[in-house]
């Protein structure tokens, strides 16, 4: 932690911040440059977070040196994290296709959905459950009744299924039926569900907040690992910007940042990244090309009739030709999409 | 509701939008313009919203008429909703001061705050139990043994106490001790618990999302009053930009827009829209100007040695001027601050 | 155009509206719903825009119908636009690669990179002449002489050369040099320079505004299109929001949606649109998959020498290996990158 | 500048960073934390920016630690500018408002305008010559004619006239007719017309870009400073973020943070800042509460007429409200607003 002092700073004040570093056993290191003086604090740099030294008048501001996050970063684990769901594995050399309706609507509606995206060439079978709507005079899911209407459909198709959880005590229900828990971009920061998810032996999907920085997710995906269950994959899902052409602007950029930072599996949802079926081909294309583990796509057999963001969802028709080009983008980076034969 | 149709629009996709909206009930409106089709759907919006008609490819986009909102709306209720509070009253010609540390660290700092803070001209006393932290690793309040300090505290001086909720199950706990119920930022749409405090009867203090809209803000009202609790207090707390002087941008804005669009009470947080005790006066002089009810400002005896956002909280001392401030800035409006005196 | 009135709005104003609409020859439909009256304007919706109707009291909104450009949209030409420029051409099944330093330092420098990324793959060459540099103490180009160095390095390597234009009065002098002028990302308003630009018979390169909405970015290219030059290639190079770990966010969604809105080229800048070397390759590849016509990437022979953002600069060696991947990305999608034999 | 290295750097990268910095004179204070090798180059932080240590592989990020401009900050000049414009002064204890259309559209319009505003309590005239128009379509302005108006307006009524700049070819030419010349939101990082402006001998009203940094901003300011102009004042008239029912955010924390780093004066554009009229009395109020030197705001005597910007422009009679308000709001903090008596 570096801490710059503001100008004609007195010495006295200088010996109170390097008094008050030395007494929670940091090391200290005094620069006096031309303009400023820094004091350079060696040690635990969560200590110094909670020290509150910028509500000090003489101090000007504290700098961090490195990153908050220590269990998702390559500095604690430089190989590469690969997560085994089904058949198929996540963060290595395939290429995931998560697919499905936005919401569980009714059992055939489900099925049908299934056994399309499954010939199209996807593994895992998305549908929500629990559906977190900004007006609570819309439809907010089947609950308990479509996680069991999601499970009749994976017996039926022999697909994995990923769905949302919404609140830490639901954390139980939800994972008896999941086999990917997916943390919504609403609740990224519902740091009770992320203790709660912590504690599951199960693969959680955490979607990026509408406005969190790379930084604060990351985090999240620390709270979650703090607790024990190591099993996290990133899901960029577009964040909130000036442009109103797309409902979220999707930050692809993300895929290598985050590539570099961890070594989490990162998968992108350009369904909600860009809230309209008319963009989610060429933005699944860019991620896939941009180093992406997977993308995760709205499909609905009707989108017309969906009960839920059916101006973002592909037809099985539309989804099925964006397999086909994913598949050919895939190879040019030595990644396949798994053939599911079942 | 406008649906805008694409150009070359055929007779027969016209059709199969009008259809639709007649077997909802719907009345029907059509417009042929020089450019552009376009089909006036007359009824309820929340039924078209539901109908997902941008899956048709020949839709261009479908444009809302009215608000989404009803109960929050000045079209509902046109006078200001007037909420009592122990002596003061929200909403009306009172400024309301809430005050206090972000987090309860002991009795004696919160009692030490309290006493602070009366004596300068606050009415309603702020501290936090239940705490969300962006790492796993920092301090995450006292819980319930802080909520029971808040009581104790507001025993002795008879200050009323506005505290935080995390949870929705932790919503009974929560509002046994307090007598305003706050929903911190992060929580603005955590739908069930929304859900759960639209059964209390006793006021909410909703903050603004990170990244809300202040059309999703008020939404979020709209499902604690869709409830039945119709004390809902609005919080403008600042929003996320790109500008980095300031840990937000306070939208002050939000004031004269949301007094405009609804009756409900609106306060500003200044402390954390600006992230540095150094704007916090300016701003809560700028807040009372633009017609806020209220400021809720963090204060410390000791903000160098807070647990928690010690570097955006007022001393007493700095706390008593802006006070003074604020007391002559609500005069110029036919306002006053109400003397306690217990 | 749609003119949604206020609630409770009088029959008088509703007359007062309608009648000023008719007076500038627009036909009007009048429509009275349950909750609002809404008046349709049938005509062009330029003259509704310059009317100002908002700053009538009784009336709520004035809502476009259509598109505010006209040459750039695909109801003025459906077919896309394709531009020859030296041996190349923008816009059809070429994927064109430009690359070179950020500012032309001298003809050694500029050679090296020349020689370099045409080995490479690249068909243009891109260098700054004029440099816009936030601060006044910063190196701000050759000007001229610099464009001497980049007409002599055209000579010896036969790459055609992109170049910016910072201002109306200089737009003759670049033009003399340049076969394709670059608007820059702050020049993207400068009325002047753009109608001045519009009487150019060259190509022209529009770089999005920093935080321009992409019809903002379409109505400068309008600008420049109604002045008579209709070559207008757009550059999408970054827009800027609260994320920090890139230096802007490399909005790649506005690809899709310029190819759905115009008929013009795009390519994209991944060099500004991330601001580090380290995410230049990822994002050309997802530019690239996204459809855009080509890409600009920042190359210096020694990066870390360079007296202009060195730190988003790739080495030869690096844009070697990301020709390499480009060509195979762009062939999935039928197009290829032209071998540059002189 | 602290350039922080990655983490299992060699010895010999140190060294060849501490080699180059030594090489430009700069001092090297190296500081091997248990987590990271940090090096402090102590100096001219305009050298380091300059050396693009950030290509380096090795560097993970540089740091800084003082500000990049000089001549505007507090450091340079502890004491507030004042400078004299007509009767009055900007900087000190004076309100000033500054009033008028959006553009001049003739000179009938504008004496009206003039006369109603000066009536009301205004002692700087505002009306634009040059209009920056989104538009290629719409009205740009009368130009120089426009300027002659104003001259004769200021003949009439007293009131000197800040107009717009948009070139720095006719810098000159308004800088002849012009009391204080306006920089645009479009034309703040418009360099060369900066760098003219620098040459002038009269006040500069410097509006903040759209989505420019307070220290974008600033550097901005220090261009026209380090010509020699050092009569800059400053107008944040709002900044784009997600929010629609503002056509802006108006970001007022910018006033307690300039006030803080630099010795200018500040004003607030709240027309331009938030989009309506309905908004401009609230948020006149809140900046001169937060400390603005005064305010600019758009005036039309027949809003529903003009010819631009209508929907933000406040009738004369609303004006004169507002004006009643900014006195009683300016004498709480011991300001004034100037009566003119011509």
Redesign the interface.
């Known amino acids: 932690m ?1 801490i ?1 002092m503001q ?1 004609g700073v007195q010495e006295k004040e200088i010996q109170q911040v390097v008094t008050r570093l030395e007494e929670v056993g940091l ?1 200290v ?1 005094l ?1 006096k ?4 003086t ?1 004091i ?1 604090a ?2 635990d740099e ?1 200590i110094v ?8 008048s003489f101090v000007e501001k504290v ?1 961090p ?2 990153q ?1 996050f220590k269990l998702v970063s390559r ?1 604690f684990q430089d190989e590469n994290s690969v997560f085994t769901v089904g058949d198929c594995t996540i963060g290595g050399d395939q290429v995931v296709l998560m697919a499905g309706p936005c919401a569980v609507e009714s059992e055939e509606q489900l099925l049908e959905a299934a056994v399309g995206v499954k010939a199209a060439g996807a593994q895992i079978l998305r549908g929500g459950a629990f559906k ?9 899911g089947l609950e308990e009744e479509g996680l069991k209407m999601l499970a009749r459909v994976r017996e039926k198709t022999g697909m994995p299924i990923v769905t949302e959880v ?4 639901t954390v139980g229900l939800v994972s008896e039926y999941a086999d990917i828990v997916q943390v919504g971009t ?2 990224m ?4 569900m ?2 709660e998810l912590g504690k599951l032996n199960k693969p959680i999907l955490l979607k990026r907040g ?2 969190a ?4 997710w990351l ?1 999240a995906a ?2 979650i690992m ?2 024990g269950n190591h099993q996290v994959i990133l899901c960029e899902r577009g ?8 409902r979220n ?9 985050v590539k ?1 930072l961890t070594h989490l599996p990162i998968i992108v949802d350009p369904s909600h ?2 809230g ?4 989610v ?3 699944s ?7 992406a583990d997977g993308v995760m796509i709205e499909v609905h057999p009707h ?5 839920c ?3 973002q ?1 592909l037809t099985i028709e539309k989804f099925t030709n964006v397999c086909h ?1 994913l598949e ?2 895939a190879a ?2 030595g990644k396949h999409i798994k053939k599911v034969t079942v």
């Open positions: 570096i710059v100008t090391g290191h620069s440059g031309e303009f400023r820094i350079g060696i040690g969560k977070r909670a020290m509150g030294l910028e509500a000090l700098l040196i490195t908050p500095e977190p709507r900004t007006s609570p005079y819309a439809f907010g919404m609140d830490q005590h609403r609740n920061q519902n740091f009770y992320l203790r509408l406005s920085t790379i930084e604060e985090m620390e709270y703090s607790g964040i909130r910007t000036f442009e109103t052409y797309t602007t999707l930050d692809l950029s993300a895929v290598p940042v570099h990244g860009t309209s079926w008319r963009w081909p060429a933005m294309r860019a991620a896939v090309a941009a180093g989108p017309e009739k969906a009960l963001d059916g101006a969802s080009q050919q983008v040019v980076f």
